[in-house]
């Protein structure tokens, strides 16, 4: 991911952008330990990202109404 990263977006803390590309991780926090989420696809917004993962689930990060949070 790289880009504008006020909103998080990205999925890179601590940084407003993101200057160059930078790997990202998902794992899912709900299991113990955690485990990677692989993923086949990303829809990237102004303000968030959505990633369709193998197991066809949705993940969403980063802040708008988009998220349906």
Known sequence: MWGENSAGQ???ANQQH???PNPVSISDSET????????????????HTLA???SREIWAWGTGC????
Do not use: D, N
């Open 52 to 54: 369709l993962s193998l």
């Open 18 to 20: 993101v200057p160059e």
């Open 32 to 47: 113990s330990p955690l485990i990677a989420v692989r993923i086949l696809q990303l829809a990237c917004g102004e303000e």
């Open 10 to 12: 990205c999925a890179v």
């Open 66 to 69: 988009q998220l349906g949070l």
